[in-house]
Structure formats: C-alpha cells, structure tokens
C-alpha cells in the first residue's frame, strides 16, 4: 500500500526536482473525476507544461481551463473539442498533436461512463462504452507511440480496473453477442492488461498502468444506477438515494484520485523494462518500485496492475494461463482489425 502521505511527498518531490519542467501530457476524459483531478494536481506541481485536454465541449470546460490556467500561469493548456468514441476523430486529434509536438511523456486516460443500456453503437459500429474503456485509449497509446518513444520517461496510465481482469470470449471482443454491461467491463478490462503486456514487450522503454482507483466520488455511480432496467430500476433508485451517500462518506475524494493520479504520472515506483536514462520517476524513501505484472530472471516488464491504492494486484487467475496461450498477441490483432473495420466505415 502506498499511503497518501507519501504520495504527497512524492509530488512535492516531483515539483521541486528538474524533471517538472517542460513536460508534454495528454489527458483524455480530464474534464471531469479523476482525470479532472489528476490534470488539476500536474497544472499544480509541474513547470511549464503543455497540455492537451480532450473533451467534447471546450464552453463546458471552461472554468476548469481558467482554473488551470490560474494554477499555472507558465503552462500552456490547449482544449481540443472532438468525440473520441470514434477511432477516426482519435486518428485526426493525434495528427494534430504529432504535427505540433516532437515528443509525448505522459499519456492519462480516464474517459467513459457506465451503463446497464444495450448495446450503443457508434456510426462506426463499436459500443460507445466499449470503445471509451478500450479502443479509444489504445488508438491513443497507439498513434503516439512515435512521440512517447522521444520522451526520457515515457509513460501511460488507464484509469480502468487493473488487478480485475476476469475470462473473456476471445472470439467476441467487441461484445457484439448476448452484449451485457457486465461483459462488455470485463472484455475491456482484461484487453488493457493483454494490450499493455504486449505493447511493453516492443516498446519497453514505456511504463504502461492499469489502475483500478476503487470507488472514487465522481458521480459514476449515481448515473450507472439511473440506467437501471426494467424491474432493476426501483432497487437501484433506492439504492443510488439511500446507500450511496453513505458510500460516498467513506469514497475517495476527486482531489485525492487526482494526487495519486500525478504520483503515477511522475513516481520511480512505475519504471519501464528498459528506462532510456538514468531518471525513471521521482524516488521517495519508502516506496519502493512496485511489481510488474510480468517479471522474468528479477526483471520487470513494466506494466503495472494496480490497486486503488497503488500497490500491485495480486496474479490474476485467467493471465497467467492466456500468457501461456499467447492470448495478449490475439487481442492487440484483433484490437488492430477491429480499428480498421470502424474506420472503413466512418470512411
Ligand atoms: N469513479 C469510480 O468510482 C470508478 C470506479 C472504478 C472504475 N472507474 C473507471 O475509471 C474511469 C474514470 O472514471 P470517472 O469516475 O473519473 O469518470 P467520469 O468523471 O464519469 O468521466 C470521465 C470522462 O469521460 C468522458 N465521457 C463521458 N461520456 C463520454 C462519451 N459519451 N463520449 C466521450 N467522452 C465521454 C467525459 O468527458 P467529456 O464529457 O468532456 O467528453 C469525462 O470527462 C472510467 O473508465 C470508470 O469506469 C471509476
């Protein structure tokens, strides 16, 4: 476990080395909840950033831009306004970055939503919350690869459900069969865990997170439960205005999300399998480097299932045995087949 305190005294530590100064971060879904948290904590401690904030309304955004803008008046934040459920405005957004960026060191995404609805496809043919959990943030991952390699401490977070990844039906990834909110979360979560584990064995120079951030008061659950079904829809009323304002008592804070948010952005604990230099994260005295979640001859792949509180999850039961079946290779294909037929059809 990584307590707080810590946390913070590693994003002072952030602050006050040499590494804040100049970085170049994209957050996506940051306009609100922990990814909100996150960029508000990297406006705060990191010098002279430039930001893209992806969103889908930047007169939405505003006030959360000018507070930003206030919290770090070297910085330069730029709001790019687009639907990033679909694979073909993803494509035109890392265009835009790779055109005015030369490297990338930190990517952090959080989009998406929660709900009990069938299944809603986007005029490209993916489950809108589908794509949002998975293809959407690996589509990113993906393009800026090129600029990520140029960084010194490249690094990429989901904020998902690492450490949860359950059996998945490898011939539906998509979920286009017998689609359940429950399936589709599960398919998402244990593709980003694969997806990573693959992607780190090209590209072991990037530290890839899978954070699952326990139950964060950022509203998600309040609306998951307003799309309950059918008969589900009472229970779930009474739960959402009886039980939930007490689990949100007892829920971590935006703000808190967002300090462990910076400290997996920024912290040594998360190196990559092969840093490039010397410097891989702000080092803390008490936190050592957490456990990859593959780890060979003492060696980390660096790729990090985490729990809400930053410690490594325990071995899943199903990876293990998808490692040995070569599972991770069949979803990133299939995640790279499933990109082309959404973009055939946007086309
Ligand atoms: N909060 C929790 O307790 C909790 C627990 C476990 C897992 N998680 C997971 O952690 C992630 C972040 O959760 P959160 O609570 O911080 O999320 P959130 O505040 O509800 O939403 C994050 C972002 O998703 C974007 N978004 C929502 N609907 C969208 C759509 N249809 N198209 C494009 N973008 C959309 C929004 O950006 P725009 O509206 O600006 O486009 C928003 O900034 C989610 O994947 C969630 O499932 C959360």
């Known amino acids: 476990m990584v307590r707080i305190n810590d946390v913070r005294k590693s994003n002072l530590a952030f602050k006050l ?25 990297f406006a705060k401690y990191a010098k002279a950033p430039k930001v893209y904030i992806l969103g889908r309304s930047k007169k939405a955004a505003a006030p959360l831009l000018d507070e930003i803008k206030v919290s770090n008046p070297e910085g330069t934040f ?49 489950d809108i919350p589908h794509a949002l959990r998975y293809y959407t943030r690996l589509r990113f991952i993906y393009n800026l690869i090129p600029l990520l390699l140029e960084s010194p401490n490249p690094r990429v977070v989901s904020i998902l459900a690492g450490g949860q990844e359950s059996a998945i039906d490898i011939n539906d990834l998509e979920v286009r069969n017998n689609f359940t909110f429950f399936k589709a979360a599960a398919n998402g979560t ?41 008969l589900f829809y009472y229970p779930a009323q009474l739960a959402r205005w009886v039980v939930l304002p007490f689990i949100n008592l007892i829920s971590t804070s935006v703000d808190e999300a967002g300090e462990r948010g910076l400290f997996l952005a920024t912290s040594a604990r998360f190196p990559p399998a092969k840093p490039k230099t010397e410097f891989a994260g702000v080092e803390v005295q008490g936190v050592p480097v957490a ?9 980390g792949n660096g790729v990090y299932r985490l729990n809400a509180d930053d410690e490594s999850a325990a071995e899943s039961p199903v990876l293990p045995g998808y490692r040995l079946d070569d599972v991770g290779k069949t979803v990133w294909e299939e995640t790279q087949a499933a990109w082309d037929r959404a973009l055939e059809r946007s086309a």
């Open 17 to 41: 080395s040499g590494h804040a100064e100049g970085l170049v971060a994209v957050f996506v879904g940051a306009t609100s909840g922990i990814g909100m948290g996150t960029l508000k904590q």
């Open 78 to 126: 730029e709001f790019i306004e687009s639907e990033v459920s679909l694979m073909r405005n993803v494509d035109l957004v890392c265009d835009q970055i790779k055109a005015n960026e030369k490297k990338v060191d930190i990517v952090f995404m959080s989009p998406g939503y929660l709900s009990f609805d069938s299944r809603v496809e986007s005029v490209e043919g993916m």
């Open 190 to 230: 244990t593709q980003t865990t694969l997806a990573f584990e693959e992607l780190a064995k090209s590209y072991p120079s990037i530290s890839f997170i899978h954070k699952y951030p326990g139950f964060v008061n950022t509203g998600v659950i309040a609306r998951l439960l307003a799309t309950a079904p059918g």
């Open 291 to 299: 456990a990859s979640s593959v780890v060979k001859d003492g060696k």
